[in-house]
Protein backbone atom coordinates (compact mmCIF):
# COMPACT_ATOMS: atom_id res chain seq x y z
CA UNK A 1 0.00 0.00 0.00
CA UNK A 2 1.12 2.94 -1.01
CA UNK A 3 2.09 5.49 2.07
CA UNK A 4 0.64 9.26 0.68
CA UNK A 5 2.08 11.11 3.62
CA UNK A 6 5.74 9.75 2.73
CA UNK A 7 4.94 10.63 -0.83
CA UNK A 8 4.32 14.10 -0.37
CA UNK A 9 6.71 14.59 1.83
CA UNK A 10 9.32 13.22 -0.93
CA UNK A 11 7.64 15.24 -3.53
CA UNK A 12 7.95 18.54 -1.30
CA UNK A 13 11.93 17.62 -0.95
CA UNK A 14 12.02 16.85 -4.41
CA UNK A 15 10.88 20.65 -5.54
CA UNK A 16 11.87 22.63 -2.48
CA UNK A 17 15.82 21.58 -2.34
CA UNK A 18 18.24 19.94 -4.33
CA UNK A 19 20.91 20.39 -1.85
CA UNK A 20 19.26 18.83 0.57
CA UNK A 21 17.63 15.89 -1.31
CA UNK A 22 21.28 14.66 -2.60
CA UNK A 23 22.33 14.74 1.16
CA UNK A 24 19.45 12.96 2.31
CA UNK A 25 19.93 10.08 0.01
CA UNK A 26 23.07 9.20 2.67
CA UNK A 27 21.15 8.74 5.12
CA UNK A 28 19.75 5.20 6.71
CA UNK A 29 16.25 4.69 5.06
CA UNK A 30 14.10 5.15 8.14
CA UNK A 31 16.60 8.50 9.35
CA UNK A 32 15.43 9.75 5.50
CA UNK A 33 11.90 9.17 5.70
CA UNK A 34 11.83 11.17 8.91
CA UNK A 35 14.08 13.64 7.42
CA UNK A 36 11.35 14.06 4.63
CA UNK A 37 8.60 14.37 6.79
CA UNK A 38 10.32 17.40 8.80
CA UNK A 39 11.37 19.10 5.71
CA UNK A 40 7.80 19.02 4.23
CA UNK A 41 6.55 20.35 7.36
CA UNK A 42 8.93 23.19 7.13
CA UNK A 43 8.47 24.32 4.20
CA UNK A 44 5.47 24.36 3.89
CA UNK A 45 5.45 27.03 7.13
CA UNK A 46 7.97 29.06 5.07
CA UNK A 47 5.52 28.90 1.94
CA UNK A 48 2.69 29.89 3.93
CA UNK A 49 4.05 33.19 5.03
CA UNK A 50 5.86 34.26 2.09
CA UNK A 51 2.67 32.86 -0.40
CA UNK A 52 5.60 30.99 -2.65
CA UNK A 53 5.66 27.53 -3.64
CA UNK A 54 8.20 25.58 -2.71
CA UNK A 55 10.54 28.02 -2.32
CA UNK A 56 9.61 29.77 -5.46
CA UNK A 57 7.36 32.60 -7.25
CA UNK A 58 6.55 35.20 -4.86
CA UNK A 59 2.53 35.91 -4.41
CA UNK A 60 1.78 39.12 -2.27
CA UNK A 61 -0.28 38.73 0.86
CA UNK A 62 -1.23 41.30 2.90
CA UNK A 63 -0.59 41.90 6.31
CA UNK A 64 -4.11 40.46 7.80
CA UNK A 65 -3.81 37.18 5.71
CA UNK A 66 0.07 36.48 6.77
CA UNK A 67 -1.31 36.93 10.54
CA UNK A 68 -4.35 34.88 9.74
CA UNK A 69 -2.28 31.96 7.74
CA UNK A 70 0.65 31.86 10.99
CA UNK A 71 -2.46 31.57 13.61
CA UNK A 72 -3.41 28.57 11.65
CA UNK A 73 0.27 27.26 11.25
CA UNK A 74 0.35 27.16 15.65
CA UNK A 75 -2.70 26.28 15.79
CA UNK A 76 -2.56 22.61 13.11
CA UNK A 77 1.24 22.61 14.38
CA UNK A 78 -0.40 22.55 18.07
CA UNK A 79 -3.05 20.24 17.33
CA UNK A 80 -1.01 17.48 15.49
CA UNK A 81 1.89 17.69 19.07
CA UNK A 82 -1.71 16.96 20.99
CA UNK A 83 -2.02 13.79 18.47
CA UNK A 84 -5.63 15.40 16.86
CA UNK A 85 -6.03 13.10 13.93
CA UNK A 86 -4.87 15.75 10.83
CA UNK A 87 -6.66 15.57 7.42
CA UNK A 88 -3.45 18.15 5.60
CA UNK A 89 -0.85 15.30 4.94
CA UNK A 90 2.02 18.16 5.16
CA UNK A 91 0.67 18.04 9.31
CA UNK A 92 0.32 14.20 9.29
CA UNK A 93 4.25 14.15 8.33
CA UNK A 94 5.14 16.41 10.89
CA UNK A 95 2.84 14.57 13.29
CA UNK A 96 4.17 11.40 12.68
CA UNK A 97 7.96 12.52 12.83
CA UNK A 98 7.59 14.73 16.62
CA UNK A 99 5.59 12.16 17.92
CA UNK A 100 8.01 9.30 17.05
CA UNK A 101 11.13 11.61 18.20
CA UNK A 102 9.06 13.18 20.78
CA UNK A 103 9.94 16.80 19.57
CA UNK A 104 9.56 19.29 22.61
CA UNK A 105 6.90 21.51 21.83
CA UNK A 106 8.75 24.26 22.15
CA UNK A 107 11.15 23.55 19.00
CA UNK A 108 8.30 23.02 16.38
CA UNK A 109 6.99 26.41 17.95
CA UNK A 110 10.36 28.27 17.61
CA UNK A 111 10.55 27.88 13.85
CA UNK A 112 7.08 28.83 13.55
CA UNK A 113 7.97 32.11 15.36
CA UNK A 114 10.44 33.04 13.12
CA UNK A 115 7.97 33.42 10.77
CA UNK A 116 5.85 35.43 12.71
CA UNK A 117 9.44 38.04 12.77
CA UNK A 118 8.84 38.09 9.35
CA UNK A 119 5.23 38.83 9.29
CA UNK A 120 6.33 41.94 12.21
CA UNK A 121 9.42 43.18 9.70
CA UNK A 122 11.47 42.58 12.60
CA UNK A 123 14.19 44.86 11.96
CA UNK A 124 18.11 43.57 12.73
CA UNK A 125 19.77 46.45 14.28
CA UNK A 126 23.24 43.77 15.88
CA UNK A 127 24.86 40.69 14.97
CA UNK A 128 22.80 39.00 17.97
CA UNK A 129 19.82 40.02 16.38
CA UNK A 130 20.10 38.12 13.45
CA UNK A 131 21.67 35.67 15.00
CA UNK A 132 18.14 35.58 17.26
CA UNK A 133 16.36 34.80 13.67
CA UNK A 134 19.12 32.36 12.51
CA UNK A 135 18.17 29.82 15.73
CA UNK A 136 14.20 30.43 14.96
CA UNK A 137 14.16 29.89 11.20
CA UNK A 138 16.93 27.51 11.10
CA UNK A 139 18.83 26.41 14.34
CA UNK A 140 16.10 25.10 15.89
CA UNK A 141 15.69 22.95 12.49
CA UNK A 142 18.83 21.14 12.89
CA UNK A 143 18.41 20.42 16.73
CA UNK A 144 15.03 18.58 15.74
CA UNK A 145 16.77 16.92 12.72
CA UNK A 146 19.94 15.80 15.05
CA UNK A 147 16.91 14.57 17.69
CA UNK A 148 15.34 12.79 14.13
CA UNK A 149 18.83 11.43 14.20
CA UNK A 150 18.76 9.79 17.44
CA UNK A 151 20.79 12.80 19.73
CA UNK A 152 19.36 14.04 22.65
CA UNK A 153 23.00 15.12 24.39
CA UNK A 154 22.93 18.96 24.55
CA UNK A 155 26.41 19.13 23.59
CA UNK A 156 25.57 17.92 20.42
CA UNK A 157 22.35 19.34 19.66
CA UNK A 158 24.34 22.30 20.81
CA UNK A 159 26.48 21.29 17.54
CA UNK A 160 23.94 20.38 15.28
CA UNK A 161 22.51 24.14 16.28
CA UNK A 162 25.20 25.43 15.29
CA UNK A 163 24.65 24.53 11.55
CA UNK A 164 21.48 25.71 11.04
CA UNK A 165 23.25 29.00 12.21
CA UNK A 166 25.93 28.69 9.58
CA UNK A 167 23.55 27.61 6.65
CA UNK A 168 21.12 30.84 7.31
CA UNK A 169 23.76 33.33 7.49
CA UNK A 170 24.70 31.63 4.21
CA UNK A 171 21.12 31.70 2.81
CA UNK A 172 20.99 35.69 4.12
CA UNK A 173 24.41 36.62 2.48
CA UNK A 174 23.15 34.68 -0.57
CA UNK A 175 20.02 35.67 -1.07
CA UNK A 176 20.58 39.45 0.40
CA UNK A 177 19.48 40.55 -2.98
CA UNK A 178 16.43 39.40 -3.24
CA UNK A 179 15.18 39.67 0.33
CA UNK A 180 15.81 43.24 -0.20
CA UNK A 181 13.72 43.84 -3.62
CA UNK A 182 11.01 41.80 -1.65
CA UNK A 183 11.15 44.17 1.35
CA UNK A 184 13.42 42.44 3.89
CA UNK A 185 16.96 42.86 5.37
CA UNK A 186 18.73 40.65 7.42
CA UNK A 187 21.87 42.19 7.45
CA UNK A 188 22.98 44.21 11.09
CA UNK A 189 21.82 47.53 10.45
CA UNK A 190 24.57 48.65 12.74
CA UNK A 191 27.24 47.00 9.81
CA UNK A 192 25.18 48.70 7.74
CA UNK A 193 25.69 52.01 8.58
CA UNK A 194 29.48 51.29 9.46
CA UNK A 195 29.55 51.04 5.43
CA UNK A 196 27.72 54.38 4.95
CA UNK A 197 24.52 52.42 3.59
CA UNK A 198 20.75 53.37 5.18
CA UNK A 199 19.40 50.09 6.57
CA UNK A 200 16.52 50.02 4.25
CA UNK A 201 15.76 48.34 1.54
CA UNK A 202 15.55 50.17 -1.05
CA UNK A 203 19.52 50.81 -0.35
CA UNK A 204 20.64 47.36 -0.02
CA UNK A 205 18.75 46.47 -3.06
CA UNK A 206 20.13 49.85 -5.36
CA UNK A 207 22.87 48.50 -7.68
CA UNK A 208 25.21 51.53 -6.90
CA UNK A 209 25.58 50.16 -3.43
CA UNK A 210 26.77 46.61 -4.58
CA UNK A 211 30.14 46.68 -3.13
CA UNK A 212 29.41 48.20 0.45
CA UNK A 213 26.68 45.62 0.52
CA UNK A 214 28.79 42.32 -0.53
CA UNK A 215 31.37 43.82 2.21
CA UNK A 216 28.77 43.37 4.60
CA UNK A 217 27.92 40.05 3.58
CA UNK A 218 30.91 38.89 3.53
CA UNK A 219 31.51 40.09 6.80
CA UNK A 220 28.53 37.92 7.77
CA UNK A 221 30.17 34.50 5.84
CA UNK A 222 33.04 35.15 8.45
CA UNK A 223 30.94 34.89 11.25
CA UNK A 224 29.45 31.45 9.73
CA UNK A 225 32.68 29.85 9.75
CA UNK A 226 32.95 29.14 13.41
CA UNK A 227 30.23 27.43 13.51
CA UNK A 228 30.72 25.61 10.88
CA UNK A 229 34.01 24.76 12.66
CA UNK A 230 31.54 23.84 15.75
CA UNK A 231 29.49 21.70 13.31
CA UNK A 232 32.12 19.44 12.08
CA UNK A 233 32.69 18.06 15.51
CA UNK A 234 29.37 17.07 16.45
CA UNK A 235 29.52 14.46 13.56
CA UNK A 236 31.73 12.32 15.54
CA UNK A 237 28.33 11.50 17.86
CA UNK A 238 26.18 10.61 15.16
CA UNK A 239 25.33 7.34 13.46
CA UNK A 240 27.72 7.02 10.37
CA UNK A 241 25.20 7.04 8.07
CA UNK A 242 23.81 10.64 9.21
CA UNK A 243 26.97 11.70 10.10
CA UNK A 244 28.29 11.10 6.25
CA UNK A 245 25.10 13.17 4.97
CA UNK A 246 25.33 15.67 7.30
CA UNK A 247 29.15 16.59 5.94
CA UNK A 248 27.97 16.11 2.52
CA UNK A 249 25.27 19.30 3.01
CA UNK A 250 27.61 21.28 5.38
CA UNK A 251 30.49 21.10 2.37
CA UNK A 252 27.61 22.47 -0.10
CA UNK A 253 25.99 24.94 1.80
CA UNK A 254 30.09 26.42 3.07
CA UNK A 255 30.92 26.38 -0.64
CA UNK A 256 27.61 28.38 -2.06
CA UNK A 257 29.16 31.27 1.05
CA UNK A 258 32.55 31.11 -0.77
CA UNK A 259 31.15 31.46 -4.22
CA UNK A 260 28.96 34.09 -2.37
CA UNK A 261 32.41 35.77 -0.97
CA UNK A 262 34.99 34.98 -4.18
CA UNK A 263 32.33 36.20 -6.63
CA UNK A 264 32.63 40.10 -5.38
CA UNK A 265 29.74 42.47 -5.87
CA UNK A 266 28.77 41.03 -9.42
CA UNK A 267 27.87 37.65 -7.56
CA UNK A 268 24.31 37.90 -7.13
CA UNK A 269 22.96 39.29 -10.96
CA UNK A 270 22.37 35.39 -10.89
CA UNK A 271 21.60 33.27 -8.01
CA UNK A 272 25.06 31.17 -6.58
CA UNK A 273 25.01 27.76 -6.94
CA UNK A 274 27.42 24.44 -6.72
CA UNK A 275 27.34 22.66 -9.60
CA UNK A 276 27.45 19.12 -10.04
CA UNK A 277 30.96 18.23 -10.20
CA UNK A 278 31.42 20.32 -7.37
CA UNK A 279 29.40 18.59 -5.86
CA UNK A 280 30.46 15.54 -6.29
CA UNK A 281 33.68 16.54 -4.99
CA UNK A 282 31.94 17.52 -1.86
CA UNK A 283 30.29 14.98 -1.44
CA UNK A 284 33.44 12.61 -1.67
CA UNK A 285 35.06 14.96 0.80
CA UNK A 286 32.41 14.80 2.95
CA UNK A 287 32.67 10.96 3.05
CA UNK A 288 36.44 11.65 4.07
CA UNK A 289 35.49 13.82 6.94
CA UNK A 290 32.63 11.47 8.31
CA UNK A 291 35.23 8.35 8.23
CA UNK A 292 37.96 10.38 9.91
CA UNK A 293 35.25 11.90 12.94
CA UNK A 294 34.07 7.76 13.02
CA UNK A 295 37.01 6.23 13.41
CA UNK A 296 39.86 8.73 14.56
CA UNK A 297 37.65 11.14 16.09
CA UNK A 298 34.80 8.87 17.74
CA UNK A 299 35.67 7.87 21.57
CA UNK A 300 37.91 11.26 21.92
CA UNK A 301 35.78 14.62 23.99
CA UNK A 302 35.18 17.15 21.32
CA UNK A 303 37.35 20.29 21.31
CA UNK A 304 35.51 23.01 23.85
CA UNK A 305 33.18 24.86 22.08
CA UNK A 306 34.07 28.39 21.31
CA UNK A 307 32.28 31.25 23.16
CA UNK A 308 29.49 31.97 20.55
CA UNK A 309 26.27 32.75 20.42
CA UNK A 310 23.57 29.71 21.85
CA UNK A 311 20.17 29.06 22.22
CA UNK A 312 20.44 25.69 23.14
Not at 30 to 50: G, M, N, Q, S, T
Request: aromatic content about 8%; overall charge positive.
Amino acid sequence: MTDAVLAASKESIVKGSKSFRSASRLFDPKVREDAWLLYAWCRRCDDEIDGQDHGHGQEAISRPEQERRLARLYDLTRRALAGETMSDPTFAAFQRVALRHHLPERWPLDLIDGFAMDVEQRPYRTLDDVLSYCWHVAGVVGVMMARVMGASDPLVLRRAQDLGLAFQLTNISRDVIEDAENGRVYLPSEWLAEAGLDPTPQAVADPANRARVHAVAVRLLEVAEPYYDSAREGLRSLPFRSALAIAAARGVYREIGRKVARGGPRVWDRRAVVGKVAKAWLFTRGLLIAFWTQLLDRGRPAPARPEMWTRV
